[in-house]
């Protein structure tokens, strides 16, 4: 039996045959212990190693990003519904978002190290989103720096539990055993630089707009914009924190001079600044309806089946999100 297994273990397995007395029941019950540990490990090792890689697009010489589907999170799609990237520096890599399950940071890590061996020095997590932050895990063996928005850890503590509970009944157990809560071992409390060699990121944190900790990754090199959350494209924008601090954030975003954004969700290279406009247009028409229904004295029931309604046929999964836009809108807009 033991000339199956590889010359080491074969010797070692009779060694310790030996000392058991393969002849007793117990020392037979050891070694079958040990063969099952022994198959296992190799089967797990097999299955890290059969993982797709992501397949992303090069949107700039050296950043690379896997665009996310336009869907709710579900076993089809391993929880990969956000534009998740990185980028290559001259002596590391940082990861910008790292995906929505193990299964989907690890196939990310694995597009990684189909072209480029360097160290995976940061991941970033632009936001506590469960599809941009549930990958985290898989990129622990490369010891990294997780990074986040000074907010990031406290909205993690807080919604943590509830998001991998049900991002478990979401996803089958390949995508997501393994998936766990990884908080930032470095906050962005206003601006910070990484340097990857030769190559700057500048991260900024932001004002509650789309959450309350969001971050938006600069390639000074490429002048690409990784704006995380705070843009959607064609997939309706979903307001999780202030319906007027992202208006007034996205007017700060405005002013950057950069050449192309990444959005957290939509094509995965757009230019700028045209490409806040779709999104503008929504928050600001289901700013102006709420903002009437509440003078007009309608109630919230009322308001979040009538505000941005007009904007309906110009995005997708508009049905699961602008109800809950406008509920937010609405108990932040009436107290104005």
């Known amino acids: 039996m033991f000339c ?3 010359p080491n273990l074969a010797l070692s397995l009779s060694n310790l045959g030996n000392i058991l007395n393969l002849n007793r029941p117990s020392g037979r019950r050891v070694i079958r212990l040990i063969l ?3 198959l296992m490990l190799s089967q797990s090792a097999a299955h890290a190693a059969e993982v797709t890689p992501a397949e992303v697009i090069e949107v700039a010489p050296g950043a690379f990003v896997r665009q996310g589907v336009h869907a709710l999170i579900d076993k089809s799609n391993a929880g990969g519904i956000a534009n998740i990237g990185f980028v290559i520096g001259g002596e590391s890599i940082a990861v910008i978002d790292s995906g929505g399950s193990f299964l989907d940071g690890a196939r990310l890590r694995a597009a990684i190290r189909l072209r480029s061996d360097l160290p995976i020095r940061y991941v970033i997590n632009t936001h506590v989103h469960p599809d941009h932050v549930f990958g985290n895990a898989a990129f622990l063996q490369d010891a990294p ?3 986040g928005h000074r907010n990031l850890a406290r909205a993690m ?7 991998l509970e049900a991002n478990k009944l979401l996803l089958d157990s390949a995508a997501f055993d393994g998936t766990e809560i990884i908080p930032p071992s470095q906050v962005v409390e206003a601006r910070s630089v990484l340097d990857l ?7 900024d944190a932001y004002q509650t707009a789309h959450t309350d900790a969001d971050l938006t990754v600069l390639d000074e090199t490429t002048g690409t914009l990784w704006t995380g959350d705070l843009l959607f494209q064609k997939h309706l924008p979903v307001v999780d924190g202030r319906l007027k601090g992202w208006l007034e954030v ?3 975003l405005k002013a950057l001079p950069v050449a192309r954004a990444v959005p957290g969700h939509g094509p995965v290279s757009l230019p700028w600044p045209e490409a806040l406009a779709p999104q503008r247009a929504y928050l600001t028409k289901l700013a102006a309806d709420l903002r009437g229904l509440i003078a007009e004295g309608k109630t ?3 308001a979040s089946g009538q505000a941005g309604q007009s904007e309906k046929d110009k995005w997708l999964l508009f049905e699961e999100f ?3 836009n406008a509920t937010a809108g609405f108990a932040e807009l009436e107290w104005e």
């Open 300 to 302: 919230m029931r009322h």
């Open 145 to 147: 720096g997780f990074i």
């Open 250 to 252: 996205m007017d700060k």
């Open 197 to 203: 060699g030769g190559r700057r990121l500048i991260l």
């Open 157 to 163: 503590q807080a919604r943590g539990a509830h998001y």
């Open 4 to 6: 199956l297994l590889a």
């Open 36 to 38: 099952t540990a022994f």
């Open 322 to 324: 602008n109800t809950r």
